[in-house]
């Protein structure tokens, strides 16, 4: 959340400043790290800046940011501490996933302090019933796209970087990925979330109900926001049928206008079993 507002979880915002070394993070009084230590552990909690270095740049080393602390929480309850005491002590927050980003969202550019979602990575349930899996933030979304396999089912984000990228991540940029035609974007991938509120509360919203049509829809406040209204550390996600069989097609095209009408035929032929489809 944006630092003025009721805890002191940052923006993860844009940025036009490429390759420029941002000059030492500000400290934190050695009390107020003692603190954040109390909560995650000695090991957890990362001052040195040879540590903090891969936290703070991003992997085509066109952002470099700079923080005093990082932070690798082990749990929601963590998360929370961490988040209620930023807040007392208006210290701002950047949450951090696989750190895959390429428009610097998820650096500290302010010297805030980092909260890095990996160490969350527990699946915690599979339900071929309600063909849903529920995963923590930091689950990679090629561990969850394997578990999901191994129940004979699928879960159908896919994109360049995931392989390292998390599943609290893809759900706070609202990741497109490359299976957006058939499946949707993150945003509709997801029927529940767990989310730190900035002040250290959690908002349990995991459901498995497909069809709910309760009040607000809170879930979807949170998909997309980069972290700017609260952490996400768990996610309720739908599961698909596994396909029996991927078929390819290149076809020689004179031009964009025909590639738009040979997609349209192949709606009107197929509809949702065309997965993919580029130029």
Do not use: W
């Not at 999901?148 to 896919?158: G, I, K, N, Q, T």
């Not at 738009?260 to 997965?275: F, P, T």
Request: contains cysteine.
């Amino acid at each position: 959340m944006i630092a003025g507002m009721t805890a002191g979880i940052t923006g993860t915002q844009e940025t036009n400043k490429m390759n420029i070394v941002q000059p030492s993070a500000p400290p934190l009084p050695a009390d107020l790290i003692a603190k954040f230590r109390n909560i995650v552990g000695d090991k957890y909690a990362v001052t040195d800046a040879a540590d903090i270095s891969p936290y703070v740049t991003e992997e085509r080393e066109l952002f470099h940011g700079r923080s005093p602390l990082v932070l690798r929480p082990g749990s929601t309850a963590e998360v929370a501490a961490i988040c209620k005491l930023a807040s007392e002590h208006q210290i701002a927050l950047v949450p951090q996933g696989g750190n895959t980003g390429l428009v610097g969202g998820q650096t500290p550019h302010h010297g805030e302090v980092v909260v890095s979602l990996r160490r969350l990575d527990k699946i915690r349930d599979v339900d071929t019933a309600s063909n849903t899996m529920t995963c923590e933030a930091g689950v990679i979304l090629q561990v969850a796209q394997q578990r999901a396999a191994e129940v004979d089912r699928l879960f159908p984000l896919s994109l360049g970087a995931e392989g390292s990228c998390t599943i609290g991540g893809n759900l706070s940029t609202n990741a497109g990925g490359t299976t957006a035609l058939a499946y949707g974007v993150a945003r509709e991938m997801a029927l529940g979330l767990e989310v730190v509120l900035a002040d250290g509360r959690v908002l349990n919203l995991l459901s498995k109900l497909k069809k709910d049509n309760t009040g607000y829809d809170l879930r979807n406040l949170f998909i997309g926001a980069e972290g700017t209204l609260g952490i996400i550390t768990a996610a309720t996600l739908k599961l698909h049928p596994k396909p029996r069989a991927i078929e390819t097609a290149y076809v020689g095209l004179a031009s964009p206008a025909q590639a738009l009408k040979l997609l349209a035929i192949s709606h009107d032929a197929h509809g949702s079993i065309v997965r993919k489809f580029g130029l």
